[in-house]
Structure formats: C-alpha cells, structure tokens
C-alpha cells in the first residue's frame, strides 16, 4: 500500500472514531489527522483554543484539514466562514459541504448548483446521491418522493443507518406522515443506541407534537444530553419569553 493510501486509510478510519465518540482512539501524525483531533477536542469540550488552532491549520493546509475545520466553523454558526472554507469545491466532499451549508442559508438555486457539480464528478457517488436527496428534501413535498426512493435504494444497498432513518423519516414528514416518520425515528433509537445524534431527538419531538403525543420525555432527553445545541437554546428562549409575558397577565 502506498503511503498515500496509507494516510487516506488512517484519515478514515478517524472520521469513524470520531463520529462513535470514542475519542482516545483518535491518533495523529499529519495535519490531517492533528485537525481531526483538535474536532475532537473541541467537541468534547467546546474548547475555544481547539477552534482557534483549527482556523490556523485551515489557512495554509489541504483539503481535509479546511473540510474538518469548515464542518466544526458550521457547527458553532460560523456559517459564512465554513462557506469560505469550501466554496472553491477542491474536493467532492468539499461540494457536498456547500451544498449543505447553502440549503441551510435559504439558498436552493445555489444547493442544486451544487448537486450538478456533484453529478459531473460522479453520478453514482454516494455523496451525490445523499445531495440529491438533500436538495429534493429542501424543495418540500414535491421532492418528497423522490427522496424516498433515492433513500429506500441506499438504504438496500447499505442498510438502515442512524443518517438515511432520519432522512427518511424528514421525507415522511413533508408527505405529512407523521406516524410513518415517528416509527423510523424509533427503529432508530432502539437500533442504534451506539451513535445518539440530536437529529433523532428533535425529529421525534417534531412527529410527537404534530399528532398532538406528549414529547416531554424526549425534550428532557435532548436537554440533559445536548445542552448546547441550538433547539435547546431556542426552545429556553421561547419558554422564558411565554413566562415574562404570561406574568402581565396574573392576578
């Protein structure tokens, strides 16, 4: 094996440990692999340093160190800088990141700009496919469809991940079926305990409420797990502003 197949090998399989969690297995060696572990850092404890020396590797290193460094930037809200990071679409993975962040900024004649670029580079690539279905998601319950059977097929040829169950279960929802959504959610927690994403979490609260169930159990969940994330922020700041405004209204 080369020592360029060596490092993409090692790179991935980091990529694997770091999306488990299991982050004392991470090792480095490279700027590849040394950004991954700063990713790791920084998601273990929101360390600013770890951010900070991310965005310096980013500035003069390669594609896998500014994707790395883009993915932590877009997690933290930085969305403009992660764009800066990828927007030039070095690489496939790079494409892929625009085309999420542009769906996130409202922009979807930009996003499906981006899934042509996709398909011009591979059309049966797995990341253009998830674009696809990223993409015909964003566009509501016209695309919804479509997206369901771009995800039943990958979901047959690799199985019923944590990712393609809460894409499906988005693309029941904007069919508007929501109890189909809810048990795809649930196959999911009971399937994959290993890897808790707050998607799964969010997602479920979503159904629940929508087909009128109590989603207490799993906002309690979501809060004490992921305090930091944005739907926790969001849901603290609603709850606080119906309380100081219910106070005008007491006796």
């Known amino acids: 094996m080369s020592p360029a197949l060596k490092a993409e090998r090692e790179e991935i399989l980091n ?16 700027s590849a692999l040394d950004a991954l572990i700063l990713r790791a850092n920084f998601e273990a404890s929101q360390d600013a340093n770890a951010l900070d020396e991310l965005r310096t ?10 994707l790395t460094a883009a993915q932590v930037l877009l997690s933290t809200g930085q969305t403009k800088e992660a764009l800066s990071l990828v ?13 999420q962040i542009f769906l996130k900024m409202d922009r979807l004649d930009l996003a499906t700009q981006q899934l042509q670029l996709l398909r011009q580079a591979d059309e049966d690539a797995i990341l253009t496919q998830l674009g696809s279905v990223y993409v015909n998601l ?10 369901v059977h771009s995800l039943n097929m ?23 079926d929501f109890a189909a959504a809810e048990g795809k959610l649930q196959e999911c927690l009971r399937d994959h305990p290993e890897v808790p994403i707050p998607d799964t979490l969010i997602n479920l609260v979503c159904c629940l409420v929508q087909q009128n169930k109590p989603a207490d159990q799993f906002i ?9 994330h944005d739907f926790c ?18 006796h």
């Open 233 to 250: 922020a969001g849901l603290e700041r609603v709850v606080t502003a119906f309380d100081r405004e219910a106070i005008k209204y007491k």
């Open 154 to 176: 990958l979901t047959e040829q690799y199985g019923p991940s944590s990712l393609l169950l809460n894409l499906m279960a988005c693309a029941y929802m904007n069919q508007g």
């Open 57 to 66: 590797i980013a500035a003069t290193a390669g594609p896998s160190e500014q």
């Open 15 to 30: 990529r694997a440990y770091l999306a488990l969690g299991q982050y004392n297995k991470l090792s480095g060696g490279t």
């Open 138 to 147: 964003a566009t509501g319950a016209s695309g919804a469809e479509d997206a």
């Open 87 to 99: 927007h030039l679409g070095a690489t496939m993975e790079h494409i892929a990141l625009a085309l």
């Open 220 to 228: 309690g969940q979501m809060q004490q797990t992921y305090p930091n």
